[in-house]
């Protein structure tokens, strides 16, 4: 969003993938019987937008979700540009998700008949994957408080499925330095 200004404001997905500088120039010429010509990926762009949806790709490949990283092995195997796609796929799915104010879940909890407890059990296990994820870099009470992504986040889940999503206990950092006599 510090990007790209207020989600009410974004353009077409396709316009937010040129502007990242994550799909390929193409020129039409000779009319619409002559096939386009695909160039190369634009070196004008938005280069710090570019960067962080080719860092997301990468730790989606990583430590995602495994439909995504399924599709990413599906896509490599055909020999596409799988960093690009996947990319161009993570724009679509996180403007969605922020115009529409909901939170991620896998194709296999998307069905309307999707039982709640099911739902809830995929939120209480991303949250404690969070929880480890980051009680070794941050005071998690910062970093899940309400006024933070983060902490929004839980706080949505906690509501529509309500859920109490306790945060864990965690030990203060050890100071380093001189010791006072």
């Not at 969003?1 to 502007?19: C, D, F, I, K, T």
């Not at 193409?26 to 002559?34: D, L, M, R």
């Not at 990413?72 to 161009?88: C, D, I, N, R, V």
């Not at 005071?139 to 309400?146: C, G, I, M, Q």
Request: hydrophobic share 40%; with cysteine; aromatic share 8%.
């Amino acid at each position: 969003m510090a990007e790209l200004g207020p989600p009410a404001q974004w353009r077409a997905v396709r316009r937010l993938s040129a502007y990242a500088g994550i799909v390929p120039r193409s020129k039409q010429t000779g009319g619409p019987q002559k096939p386009p010509v695909t160039g190369h990926v634009q070196q004008r762009c938005n280069k710090r937008f570019k960067n962080v949806v080719l860092l997301a790709v990468e730790k989606v490949r990583q430590f995602g979700p495994e439909e995504l990283r399924r599709e990413a092995e599906k896509l490599q195997a055909q020999g596409s540009h799988t960093e690009f796609a996947l990319a161009k796929r993570l724009v679509r799915l996180s403007k969605y998700l922020v115009h529409t104010g909901t939170i991620y879940r896998p194709k296999a909890l998307m069905g309307a008949n999707t039982p709640k407890e099911n739902l809830a059990l995929y939120y209480q296990e991303a949250c404690q994957k969070l929880f480890l994820k980051w009680k070794a870099k941050a005071d998690l009470k910062d970093v899940f408080a309400p006024q933070h992504p983060l902490g929004r986040w839980r706080q949505m889940v906690q509501e529509l499925y309500a859920l109490e999503l306790a945060l864990p206990t965690q030990r203060a950092a050890r100071k380093t330095g001189a010791s006072t006599p």
